[in-house]
Protein backbone atom coordinates (compact mmCIF):
# COMPACT_ATOMS: atom_id res chain seq x y z
CA UNK A 1 0.00 0.00 0.00
CA UNK A 2 3.40 2.13 0.39
CA UNK A 3 3.40 2.53 -3.47
CA UNK A 4 0.14 3.65 -3.80
CA UNK A 5 0.34 6.18 -1.24
CA UNK A 6 3.73 7.06 -3.71
CA UNK A 7 2.13 7.52 -6.34
CA UNK A 8 -0.59 9.76 -4.71
CA UNK A 9 2.26 11.79 -3.90
CA UNK A 10 4.21 12.13 -7.28
CA UNK A 11 0.51 12.10 -9.15
CA UNK A 12 0.26 15.59 -7.12
CA UNK A 13 3.48 16.62 -7.92
CA UNK A 14 3.27 16.42 -11.23
CA UNK A 15 -0.44 18.38 -11.83
CA UNK A 16 -2.75 15.57 -11.54
CA UNK A 17 -2.25 15.09 -15.37
CA UNK A 18 -6.11 13.94 -16.96
CA UNK A 19 -5.88 10.21 -18.15
CA UNK A 20 -5.55 10.26 -21.60
CA UNK A 21 -7.41 6.42 -21.90
CA UNK A 22 -8.61 4.49 -19.12
CA UNK A 23 -5.52 3.55 -17.52
CA UNK A 24 -2.58 5.76 -18.63
CA UNK A 25 -1.73 9.31 -18.46
CA UNK A 26 1.08 12.05 -20.39
CA UNK A 27 3.52 14.46 -18.83
CA UNK A 28 5.65 16.63 -20.11
CA UNK A 29 7.69 19.59 -19.49
CA UNK A 30 10.78 21.88 -21.07
CA UNK A 31 12.19 23.24 -17.22
CA UNK A 32 14.44 20.74 -15.70
CA UNK A 33 13.74 20.35 -11.68
CA UNK A 34 15.30 18.19 -9.57
CA UNK A 35 12.14 17.53 -7.91
CA UNK A 36 10.55 16.49 -10.98
CA UNK A 37 13.75 14.30 -11.86
CA UNK A 38 13.29 12.68 -8.52
CA UNK A 39 9.41 12.43 -8.82
CA UNK A 40 9.99 10.11 -12.23
CA UNK A 41 12.15 7.73 -10.16
CA UNK A 42 10.02 7.55 -7.34
CA UNK A 43 7.10 6.61 -9.76
CA UNK A 44 9.41 4.04 -11.37
CA UNK A 45 9.91 2.34 -8.40
CA UNK A 46 6.31 2.92 -6.91
CA UNK A 47 4.78 -0.36 -8.62
CA UNK A 48 1.79 0.90 -10.00
CA UNK A 49 2.58 0.93 -13.19
CA UNK A 50 5.29 0.93 -16.22
CA UNK A 51 6.26 4.10 -18.64
CA UNK A 52 5.33 3.10 -22.03
CA UNK A 53 7.82 5.74 -23.12
CA UNK A 54 10.59 8.48 -21.85
CA UNK A 55 11.74 10.79 -23.67
CA UNK A 56 14.38 13.40 -22.39
CA UNK A 57 15.32 16.34 -25.35
CA UNK A 58 13.81 14.05 -27.55
CA UNK A 59 15.55 10.84 -27.04
CA UNK A 60 14.22 7.96 -25.51
CA UNK A 61 16.01 6.92 -22.26
CA UNK A 62 15.34 4.96 -18.68
CA UNK A 63 13.57 6.21 -15.52
CA UNK A 64 16.90 5.55 -13.79
CA UNK A 65 18.96 8.09 -16.34
CA UNK A 66 16.77 10.69 -15.16
CA UNK A 67 18.63 11.23 -12.09
CA UNK A 68 22.47 10.78 -14.15
CA UNK A 69 20.79 14.17 -16.54
CA UNK A 70 22.13 17.62 -14.63
CA UNK A 71 19.71 19.46 -16.92
CA UNK A 72 17.52 18.99 -19.81
CA UNK A 73 15.58 20.87 -22.34
CA UNK A 74 12.44 19.14 -22.40
CA UNK A 75 11.05 15.45 -20.37
CA UNK A 76 8.05 13.48 -21.98
CA UNK A 77 6.46 10.32 -20.89
CA UNK A 78 3.65 8.13 -20.65
CA UNK A 79 2.56 6.24 -17.70
CA UNK A 80 0.19 3.24 -18.14
CA UNK A 81 -1.38 2.69 -14.63
CA UNK A 82 -1.52 -1.37 -13.45
CA UNK A 83 -5.06 -2.11 -14.52
CA UNK A 84 -5.13 -6.21 -13.00
CA UNK A 85 -6.65 -5.39 -10.38
CA UNK A 86 -3.79 -5.82 -7.53
CA UNK A 87 -3.46 -1.59 -7.48
CA UNK A 88 -5.87 0.06 -6.02
CA UNK A 89 -5.70 3.31 -8.44
CA UNK A 90 -8.36 3.80 -10.26
CA UNK A 91 -9.96 6.84 -12.91
CA UNK A 92 -13.40 7.18 -10.76
CA UNK A 93 -15.37 5.58 -8.64
CA UNK A 94 -17.69 3.71 -11.39
CA UNK A 95 -14.45 1.96 -12.89
CA UNK A 96 -13.57 1.04 -9.32
CA UNK A 97 -16.78 -0.70 -9.30
CA UNK A 98 -16.71 -2.11 -12.88
CA UNK A 99 -13.58 -3.77 -11.41
CA UNK A 100 -15.51 -4.81 -8.29
CA UNK A 101 -14.54 -8.80 -8.83
CA UNK A 102 -11.82 -9.04 -5.63
CA UNK A 103 -13.39 -6.75 -3.63
CA UNK A 104 -16.84 -8.35 -3.22
CA UNK A 105 -14.90 -11.48 -2.05
CA UNK A 106 -12.96 -8.96 0.55
CA UNK A 107 -13.03 -5.24 2.30
CA UNK A 108 -11.40 -2.73 0.57
CA UNK A 109 -7.59 -2.00 1.07
CA UNK A 110 -6.74 1.02 3.68
CA UNK A 111 -5.73 3.10 0.89
CA UNK A 112 -7.25 3.24 -2.69
CA UNK A 113 -7.49 6.43 -5.05
CA UNK A 114 -9.37 7.93 -7.42
CA UNK A 115 -7.79 10.38 -9.87
CA UNK A 116 -10.37 12.26 -10.73
CA UNK A 117 -11.97 13.45 -7.71
CA UNK A 118 -8.40 13.25 -6.11
CA UNK A 119 -9.24 11.00 -3.22
CA UNK A 120 -7.43 9.06 -1.28
CA UNK A 121 -9.18 7.14 1.00
CA UNK A 122 -7.27 6.64 4.05
CA UNK A 123 -7.24 11.12 3.64
CA UNK A 124 -10.77 11.26 3.46
CA UNK A 125 -12.64 8.07 5.73
CA UNK A 126 -15.24 10.25 6.58
CA UNK A 127 -16.12 10.96 3.06
CA UNK A 128 -19.64 9.86 1.50
CA UNK A 129 -18.96 7.64 -1.33
CA UNK A 130 -15.87 6.38 0.88
CA UNK A 131 -17.65 5.29 3.97
CA UNK A 132 -20.73 4.06 1.95
CA UNK A 133 -18.58 2.08 -0.57
CA UNK A 134 -16.52 0.94 2.59
CA UNK A 135 -19.52 -0.12 4.37
CA UNK A 136 -20.56 -2.09 1.30
CA UNK A 137 -17.86 -4.18 0.68
CA UNK A 138 -17.64 -4.60 4.73
CA UNK A 139 -20.96 -6.10 4.34
CA UNK A 140 -20.13 -8.41 1.67
CA UNK A 141 -17.60 -9.87 3.63
CA UNK A 142 -19.73 -10.49 7.00
CA UNK A 143 -22.26 -11.76 4.90
CA UNK A 144 -20.37 -14.50 3.95
CA UNK A 145 -19.53 -15.41 7.05
CA UNK A 146 -22.79 -15.88 8.66
CA UNK A 147 -23.83 -17.97 5.17
CA UNK A 148 -24.04 -21.13 5.41
CA UNK A 149 -22.48 -21.48 1.86
CA UNK A 150 -20.55 -19.40 -0.50
CA UNK A 151 -19.34 -20.59 -4.02
CA UNK A 152 -16.62 -18.63 -5.36
CA UNK A 153 -15.87 -18.34 -9.47
CA UNK A 154 -12.72 -16.82 -9.93
CA UNK A 155 -13.29 -16.66 -13.36
CA UNK A 156 -15.80 -14.02 -13.17
CA UNK A 157 -18.12 -11.54 -10.87
CA UNK A 158 -20.31 -13.40 -9.99
CA UNK A 159 -19.95 -14.54 -5.79
CA UNK A 160 -23.14 -16.30 -4.46
CA UNK A 161 -23.91 -16.61 -0.43
CA UNK A 162 -26.56 -19.24 0.12
CA UNK A 163 -27.94 -18.98 3.73
CA UNK A 164 -30.42 -21.55 5.09
CA UNK A 165 -32.95 -21.29 7.87
CA UNK A 166 -32.14 -23.22 10.77
CA UNK A 167 -36.33 -23.81 11.50
CA UNK A 168 -37.47 -26.01 8.04
CA UNK A 169 -41.11 -25.68 9.47
CA UNK A 170 -41.79 -22.08 9.06
CA UNK A 171 -41.96 -20.07 5.70
CA UNK A 172 -39.22 -20.63 3.40
CA UNK A 173 -35.98 -22.72 3.56
CA UNK A 174 -33.29 -21.15 1.77
CA UNK A 175 -32.13 -17.45 -0.09
CA UNK A 176 -29.61 -16.83 -2.16
CA UNK A 177 -27.57 -13.54 -2.42
CA UNK A 178 -25.30 -12.42 -5.81
CA UNK A 179 -23.11 -9.36 -4.07
CA UNK A 180 -22.36 -6.80 -6.35
CA UNK A 181 -20.48 -3.17 -6.10
CA UNK A 182 -22.78 -0.37 -8.17
CA UNK A 183 -22.67 3.74 -7.93
CA UNK A 184 -26.56 3.60 -7.29
CA UNK A 185 -26.07 1.67 -3.96
CA UNK A 186 -23.82 4.61 -2.54
CA UNK A 187 -26.48 6.53 -1.53
CA UNK A 188 -27.57 3.62 0.77
CA UNK A 189 -27.15 4.75 4.69
CA UNK A 190 -25.85 1.25 5.59
CA UNK A 191 -24.20 0.58 9.36
CA UNK A 192 -21.89 -2.71 9.65
CA UNK A 193 -22.05 -2.76 13.71
CA UNK A 194 -24.46 -5.45 13.95
CA UNK A 195 -22.83 -7.70 11.13
CA UNK A 196 -19.32 -7.06 12.58
CA UNK A 197 -20.70 -7.94 16.41
CA UNK A 198 -22.24 -11.31 14.49
CA UNK A 199 -18.92 -12.59 12.76
CA UNK A 200 -18.05 -16.41 14.23
CA UNK A 201 -14.75 -14.83 15.50
CA UNK A 202 -16.50 -13.09 18.46
CA UNK A 203 -17.41 -16.75 19.46
CA UNK A 204 -15.80 -16.66 22.57
CA UNK A 205 -16.86 -12.83 23.44
CA UNK A 206 -20.25 -13.65 23.07
CA UNK A 207 -21.59 -16.91 24.33
CA UNK A 208 -25.58 -16.55 22.35
CA UNK A 209 -23.62 -15.83 19.37
CA UNK A 210 -24.80 -19.17 17.68
CA UNK A 211 -28.71 -18.30 18.34
CA UNK A 212 -28.13 -14.39 17.02
CA UNK A 213 -26.99 -15.80 13.90
CA UNK A 214 -29.54 -18.22 13.16
CA UNK A 215 -32.08 -15.10 13.94
CA UNK A 216 -30.23 -12.99 11.52
CA UNK A 217 -30.44 -15.61 8.84
CA UNK A 218 -34.02 -16.42 9.36
CA UNK A 219 -34.72 -12.77 9.62
CA UNK A 220 -32.73 -12.15 6.18
CA UNK A 221 -34.76 -14.74 4.36
CA UNK A 222 -37.94 -13.37 5.87
CA UNK A 223 -36.53 -9.79 4.65
CA UNK A 224 -36.18 -11.26 0.77
CA UNK A 225 -38.85 -14.02 0.77
CA UNK A 226 -40.46 -11.17 -2.26
CA UNK A 227 -37.65 -11.25 -4.16
CA UNK A 228 -36.51 -13.83 -6.78
CA UNK A 229 -33.20 -12.76 -8.32
CA UNK A 230 -30.00 -12.84 -6.34
CA UNK A 231 -28.83 -9.39 -7.33
CA UNK A 232 -32.35 -7.47 -6.66
CA UNK A 233 -32.34 -9.40 -3.00
CA UNK A 234 -28.77 -7.93 -2.58
CA UNK A 235 -29.78 -4.16 -3.81
CA UNK A 236 -33.12 -4.67 -2.00
CA UNK A 237 -31.62 -5.42 0.92
CA UNK A 238 -29.21 -2.41 0.75
CA UNK A 239 -31.63 -0.02 -0.08
CA UNK A 240 -33.93 -1.65 2.96
CA UNK A 241 -31.17 -1.98 5.35
CA UNK A 242 -32.84 -0.30 8.03
CA UNK A 243 -36.29 -1.90 7.70
CA UNK A 244 -34.30 -5.47 8.08
CA UNK A 245 -32.48 -4.69 11.16
CA UNK A 246 -35.70 -3.42 12.58
CA UNK A 247 -37.30 -7.09 11.48
CA UNK A 248 -33.87 -8.62 13.12
CA UNK A 249 -34.43 -6.74 16.34
CA UNK A 250 -38.05 -7.83 16.72
CA UNK A 251 -37.36 -11.32 16.40
CA UNK A 252 -34.82 -11.51 18.69
CA UNK A 253 -36.20 -9.84 21.28
CA UNK A 254 -39.25 -12.54 20.31
CA UNK A 255 -36.89 -14.98 21.10
CA UNK A 256 -35.33 -13.35 24.03
CA UNK A 257 -38.87 -12.58 25.11
CA UNK A 258 -40.21 -16.45 24.55
CA UNK A 259 -36.70 -17.02 26.65
CA UNK A 260 -37.57 -14.88 29.57
CA UNK A 261 -40.89 -16.11 29.68
CA UNK A 262 -39.65 -19.93 29.86
CA UNK A 263 -37.82 -18.83 32.68
CA UNK A 264 -40.52 -16.91 34.03
CA UNK A 265 -42.70 -19.79 34.00
CA UNK A 266 -39.86 -22.36 35.44
CA UNK A 267 -39.66 -19.79 38.45
CA UNK A 268 -43.70 -19.74 39.06
CA UNK A 269 -43.77 -23.42 39.45
CA UNK A 270 -40.93 -23.41 41.45
CA UNK A 271 -42.33 -20.64 43.50
CA UNK A 272 -45.94 -22.90 43.53
CA UNK A 273 -43.58 -26.46 44.52
CA UNK A 274 -41.82 -24.18 47.43
CA UNK A 275 -44.76 -23.25 49.13
CA UNK A 276 -46.77 -25.94 49.07
CA UNK A 277 -44.19 -27.76 50.49
CA UNK A 278 -43.65 -25.63 52.81
CA UNK A 279 -47.50 -25.97 53.48
CA UNK A 280 -47.26 -29.43 53.78
CA UNK A 281 -44.53 -29.51 56.21
CA UNK A 282 -46.94 -27.53 58.44
CA UNK A 283 -50.09 -30.18 58.33
CA UNK A 284 -47.49 -32.87 58.65
CA UNK A 285 -46.28 -31.18 62.09
CA UNK A 286 -50.11 -30.65 63.14
CA UNK A 287 -51.18 -34.42 61.94
CA UNK A 288 -48.79 -35.76 64.21
CA UNK A 289 -49.37 -33.48 67.69
CA UNK A 290 -53.20 -33.63 67.18
CA UNK A 291 -53.77 -36.72 68.04
CA UNK A 292 -52.90 -36.02 71.46
CA UNK A 293 -56.87 -34.18 71.26
CA UNK A 294 -58.49 -38.06 71.53
CA UNK A 295 -56.04 -39.55 73.70
CA UNK A 296 -56.69 -36.82 76.21
CA UNK A 297 -60.66 -37.24 75.70
CA UNK A 298 -60.12 -40.98 76.52
CA UNK A 299 -58.41 -39.84 79.74
CA UNK A 300 -61.40 -38.19 80.41
CA UNK A 301 -62.73 -41.75 81.77
CA UNK A 302 -60.83 -42.14 84.14
CA UNK A 303 -61.95 -38.74 85.82
CA UNK A 304 -65.03 -40.59 86.27
CA UNK A 305 -63.49 -43.71 87.89
CA UNK A 306 -61.21 -41.53 90.27
CA UNK A 307 -61.30 -42.46 94.11
CA UNK A 308 -60.76 -38.97 95.20
CA UNK A 309 -61.02 -35.45 94.71
CA UNK A 310 -57.15 -35.16 94.60
CA UNK A 311 -56.72 -38.15 91.83
CA UNK A 312 -59.86 -36.32 90.02
CA UNK A 313 -58.14 -32.81 89.98
CA UNK A 314 -54.75 -34.48 89.48
CA UNK A 315 -56.06 -35.62 85.78
CA UNK A 316 -58.01 -32.23 85.18
CA UNK A 317 -54.73 -30.75 85.90
CA UNK A 318 -52.64 -33.46 83.33
CA UNK A 319 -55.06 -32.36 80.62
CA UNK A 320 -55.41 -29.19 80.69
CA UNK A 321 -51.39 -28.70 80.69
CA UNK A 322 -51.77 -31.11 77.62
CA UNK A 323 -54.23 -29.19 75.66
CA UNK A 324 -52.26 -25.53 76.47
CA UNK A 325 -48.96 -27.24 74.92
CA UNK A 326 -50.97 -28.45 72.21
CA UNK A 327 -52.44 -24.46 72.04
CA UNK A 328 -48.53 -23.19 71.87
CA UNK A 329 -47.34 -25.63 69.48
CA UNK A 330 -50.22 -24.19 67.46
CA UNK A 331 -49.42 -20.74 67.87
CA UNK A 332 -46.04 -21.37 66.64
CA UNK A 333 -47.33 -23.60 63.70
CA UNK A 334 -49.35 -20.20 63.06
CA UNK A 335 -46.13 -18.16 63.06
CA UNK A 336 -44.59 -20.17 60.46
CA UNK A 337 -48.05 -20.53 58.49
CA UNK A 338 -47.53 -16.25 58.74
CA UNK A 339 -44.16 -16.22 57.44
CA UNK A 340 -45.22 -19.36 54.60
CA UNK A 341 -47.95 -16.43 53.70
CA UNK A 342 -45.48 -13.50 53.49
CA UNK A 343 -42.62 -15.45 51.45
CA UNK A 344 -45.51 -16.68 48.95
CA UNK A 345 -46.40 -12.90 48.27
CA UNK A 346 -42.14 -12.15 48.01
CA UNK A 347 -41.48 -14.77 45.71
CA UNK A 348 -44.81 -13.55 42.85
CA UNK A 349 -44.68 -9.83 43.32
CA UNK A 350 -42.29 -9.35 40.32
CA UNK A 351 -44.10 -11.63 38.18
CA UNK A 352 -47.33 -9.50 39.21
CA UNK A 353 -45.20 -6.19 38.19
CA UNK A 354 -44.25 -7.90 34.64
CA UNK A 355 -47.54 -9.71 34.42
CA UNK A 356 -48.81 -7.45 31.46
CA UNK A 357 -46.07 -8.51 29.36
CA UNK A 358 -46.61 -12.10 29.90
CA UNK A 359 -48.69 -14.03 27.04
CA UNK A 360 -52.03 -15.33 27.79
CA UNK A 361 -50.89 -18.76 28.39
CA UNK A 362 -48.29 -17.05 30.92
CA UNK A 363 -50.64 -15.11 32.90
CA UNK A 364 -52.98 -17.93 33.29
CA UNK A 365 -50.21 -20.26 34.98
CA UNK A 366 -49.55 -17.30 37.05
CA UNK A 367 -52.98 -16.61 38.39
CA UNK A 368 -53.92 -20.91 38.35
CA UNK A 369 -50.75 -20.53 40.86
CA UNK A 370 -51.54 -18.32 43.22
CA UNK A 371 -55.19 -19.05 43.15
CA UNK A 372 -54.41 -22.59 44.12
CA UNK A 373 -52.06 -21.37 46.56
CA UNK A 374 -54.65 -18.91 48.05
CA UNK A 375 -57.03 -21.39 48.77
CA UNK A 376 -54.47 -23.86 50.45
CA UNK A 377 -53.28 -20.64 52.86
CA UNK A 378 -57.12 -20.21 53.71
CA UNK A 379 -57.82 -24.01 54.53
CA UNK A 380 -54.78 -24.05 56.47
CA UNK A 381 -55.45 -20.97 58.47
CA UNK A 382 -59.17 -22.30 59.02
CA UNK A 383 -57.52 -25.62 60.08
CA UNK A 384 -54.83 -24.04 62.73
CA UNK A 385 -58.25 -21.87 64.01
CA UNK A 386 -60.54 -24.60 64.56
CA UNK A 387 -57.70 -26.98 65.83
CA UNK A 388 -56.72 -24.40 68.50
CA UNK A 389 -60.73 -24.53 69.86
CA UNK A 390 -60.15 -29.25 69.25
CA UNK A 391 -57.15 -28.55 71.56
CA UNK A 392 -59.07 -27.36 74.32
CA UNK A 393 -62.22 -29.68 74.14
CA UNK A 394 -60.28 -32.33 76.51
CA UNK A 395 -59.28 -29.83 79.21
CA UNK A 396 -62.67 -28.35 79.28
CA UNK A 397 -64.76 -31.55 79.37
CA UNK A 398 -62.37 -33.08 82.08
CA UNK A 399 -62.78 -29.57 83.83
CA UNK A 400 -66.68 -29.93 83.44
CA UNK A 401 -67.07 -33.39 84.25
CA UNK A 402 -64.85 -32.96 87.36
CA UNK A 403 -67.22 -29.85 88.89
CA UNK A 404 -70.28 -32.35 88.25
CA UNK A 405 -68.50 -35.42 89.46
CA UNK A 406 -67.33 -33.51 93.24
CA UNK A 407 -70.13 -30.23 93.18
CA UNK A 408 -70.63 -31.01 96.47
CA UNK A 409 -67.01 -30.99 97.80
CA UNK A 410 -66.05 -27.96 95.42
CA UNK A 411 -68.54 -25.96 96.96
CA UNK A 412 -67.57 -26.85 100.63
CA UNK A 413 -63.99 -25.83 99.97
CA UNK A 414 -64.92 -22.90 98.05
CA UNK A 415 -66.78 -22.17 101.25
CA UNK A 416 -63.59 -22.87 103.45
CA UNK A 417 -61.66 -20.90 101.18
CA UNK A 418 -64.05 -17.78 101.84
CA UNK A 419 -64.05 -18.33 105.47
CA UNK A 420 -59.76 -18.22 105.19
CA UNK A 421 -59.51 -15.21 103.17
CA UNK A 422 -62.00 -13.35 105.50
CA UNK A 423 -60.25 -14.68 109.02
CA UNK A 424 -57.12 -12.91 107.07
CA UNK A 425 -58.21 -10.35 106.35
CA UNK A 426 -59.24 -9.74 109.38
Not at 32 to 51: H, I, M, N, Q, W
Not at 383 to 402: G, K, M, Q, Y
Request: with cysteine; aromatic share 8%; hydrophobic share 45%.
Amino acid sequence: MADVLEFVHVYRLLGRPALKTGNSFNFQSSIYSADLAEAVLRLAKAKTGRFDELLIDGEEAKPQEVALAKSWSSIEFSYVIDASGTVPVFKNIEQLMARSKSYVRQSLPPHFYLLEDDILSSEMPTHPRVKSLQNICRLIVCLADLAHFHDEKESSDEYKLVFVADDFGKGERTVTLYPFLDVSLLSCELGVTLVDSLQSSNMDVNPHLVKERAIFRASLIEHLVGCHDGRERFKFLVINWRAFIELYENNLSTYLSGFSFHKAKQEIASAQITIADQMSKVVSDISGKILGVPISLVAIIAIAKAESVLESTILVAGLTITSALLAETLAAQKLQYNRISHSRVMMFSDHFTAARQYPADLRKCLDEAVSGLGDNERELKRSLLALRVVCWIPAVAATALHSYIYQNDLIEGSKKLMRYLLFALC
